[in-house]
């Protein structure tokens, strides 16, 4: 598996939401442009962004920081949150984006998702985010009353390569994974699958290695860097295996 380190911006800032509510919101004081430079420097050959602001309200304030983001990162970069239109696919592609996560428009509009795969081919990764084991779009703030499981199993038709699945109850909260329902969800799809949401310690990377199911990819992880609850070169010498990652 990767290791995925998280920067996930709100006005240009590296912050972190818990259970994706904007009303609790931690604030870094940190450059992003620096931390994927250390990121980079620390091993990860991945980089997962989320546009808080995008996925909101569908601002494009932060696409300068995502290009300047890209420049300082060695590796691939993937990049969620309000890409719901063909303009948001050009201008992420423009700034470096190496994968784009749909979500919101995977739900409301599946057929656009189809057709931005025949015209811009492999990158588009399934952005499942669920609570209760249902999927949550907008932000995560609106109900779709469709199942995480059902979304996924959908996915492959539609083309794309790869899902990052998010238990919003465990997300930045430090309560560890739910590797349950990923499995499950990786197993609807039969895609790889990129695990989000309440890593905490090296034990969770430890429990995530010990179940070794071929579909579940990467573990993203953000607050627990953050918070020094890990040390991300060391858990990066210990658990990730060989890059797959330009594959999915």
Known sequence: MLIVPAIDLLAGQCVRLRQGDYNQVETYGLDPVEVARE?????????????LDAARSGASNNRPVIHAVRQAFGGLVEVGGGVRSEADVEELLEAGADRLIVGTLLV?????????????????????????????VAGWEEGSKLLDTE???RCRAL????LVYTNIDRDGTLLGPDLERTLLVAEAAGLPVILSGGIASRADFAAV????????????????????????????????????????
């Open 151 to 153: 979304l996924a199993a």
């Open 39 to 51: 990121f980079s420097a620390q091993g990860a050959k991945r980089l997962h962004i989320v546009d």
């Open 209 to 248: 290695a010990e179940v070794n199911h071929p579909l579940l990819a990467g573990v993203i992880t953000g607050k627990a860097i953050y918070q020094n609850r890990i040390d991300l070169a060391e858990v990066i010498r210990h658990y990730q295996t060989p890059d797959t990652g330009g594959l999915w």
């Open 108 to 136: 409301r509009e599946p057929e656009t998702v189809a057709r931005w795969v025949k015209r811009y081919g492999s990158v588009f990764i399934g952005g499942i985010d669920a609570r209760g084991g249902e999927v949550k």
């Open 159 to 162: 083309g794309l390569i790869s």
